[in-house]
């Protein structure tokens, strides 16, 4: 079977696992496992932010940056595809009692600076106010999308006029900066707080960041508490994530497998590929008159695993566990499947 339903499926590698056996630990609610610590100041200083807290998912560390950023019953913009919307349970709703005004930020999924204008709503008697924009970057329902620093700077700037603090949900945000040939600072420096995954296509079995400044942080490590992910001996786990760290430029042959795929499946009779920018691959398969269950099942019979992103959408993710055999038999495979 080969899988390309998610970077997050990829295994931990050798030097992960002897991460995990020689670790120092130590207590880390009490602040006392020098691997987390470690691990914290390296990616505080490779996304350019005073500190970062580790977290057991991406999730939870966009979670808790709402709920320190923004207050009970304000609103968060975020674009109506993202990942907060779409994928967290209502977890703004539930975790931080926020409401989601929603943008539309077609195509990119970054809004622009008119749209965060028209969506801000000043605090007055009968409204809430908005507190919180959050971005995405890259972009996964839209496509992998890589935003440019400029796109983030200027929606930035204008919820910056606002006083409203800016989270980015970076999951993917190394995967952007290697597309894009920029430092992931360049992407980073506007907003306030990031939030990125060491378990998806750095390859961590475990883990992601959540990056602010000091007192964001110090704000996080409470609320991280509060929603039970205060953890102890995690050293076994930051251990890895710190090998992770290290994957970061390889995210770039992640690419080259993506494109290799987009141009193989943009040959198969009724496939309609968007042309990648990171590791995602979506692919509309109207034209076979499947739709995208039947679809799935038929890859699935032919040893491929996909995810469903829409009627007839498939997405197909490359990740560090795969390499050009995979991608040619993942070609042949889809060609008998859905040619
Ligand atoms: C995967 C993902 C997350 C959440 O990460 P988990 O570790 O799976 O909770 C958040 N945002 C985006 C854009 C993602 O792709």
Do not use: W
């Not at 560090?320 to 495979?333: C, G, Q």
Request: with cysteine.
């Amino acid at each position: 079977m080969i899988d390309c339903r998610s970077d997050t499926v990829t295994k931990p590698d050798q030097a992960m696992r002897e991460a995990a056996l020689s670790a120092e630990v130590g207590d880390d609610v009490y602040g006392e496992d020098p691997t987390v610590n470690e691990l914290e100041a390296r990616a505080a200083d490779r996304v350019g932010m005073d500190d970062a807290l580790f977290v057991p998912t991406g999730t939870m560390g966009n979670q808790i940056a709402a709920r320190v950023h923004a207050e009970p019953g304000q609103e968060v913009l975020a674009d109506r595809q993202s990942h907060v919307v779409k994928y967290e349970l209502g977890g703004l709703a539930q975790h931080a009692g926020l409401q989601v005004r929603m943008l539309d930020a077609d195509p990119r999924g970054i809004p622009t600076p008119e749209q965060v204008a028209a969506g801000y709503v000043e605090e007055d008697a009968h409204r809430p106010g908005t507190g919180l924009l959050c971005l995405e970057n890259t972009h996964n329902v839209r496509g992998g999308v890589a935003i440019e620093p400029d796109a983030i700077a200027a929606a930035a700037e204008a919820a910056g006029e606002r006083d409203v603090p800016v989270h980015l949900d970076g999951a993917r945000v190394f995967n952007a900066a290697v597309a894009l040939e920029v430092p992931v600072t360049a992407i980073t420096e506007r907003v306030d707080s990031v939030m990125f995954c060491l378990s998806k296509g750095l390859g961590a079995p475990i883990g992601s960041m959540l990056a602010g400044d000091e007192d964001f942080v110090a704000r996080a490590r409470r609320t991280r508490k509060l929603f039970g992910g205060g953890m102890r001996q995690v050293g076994v786990v930051a251990g890895p994530g710190l090998e992770a760290l290290e994957n970061v430029d390889d995210l770039a042959e992640d690419h080259e497998l993506a494109e290799l795929l987009a141009a193989g499946l943009d040959d198969v009779p009724g496939l309609s590929v968007r042309e990648p920018e990171t590791n995602i691959v979506l692919v509309d398969v109207a034209e076979t008159g499947l739709d995208v269950e039947a679809a799935l099942d038929r890859l699935r019979e032919r040893g491929v695993l996909a995810t469903p992103f829409g009627p007839t959408t498939v997405r197909f993710c490359t990740h560090r566990d795969l390499d050009e055999r995979d991608v040619e038999a993942v070609l042949e495979r889809t060609t008998a499947a859905l040619g």
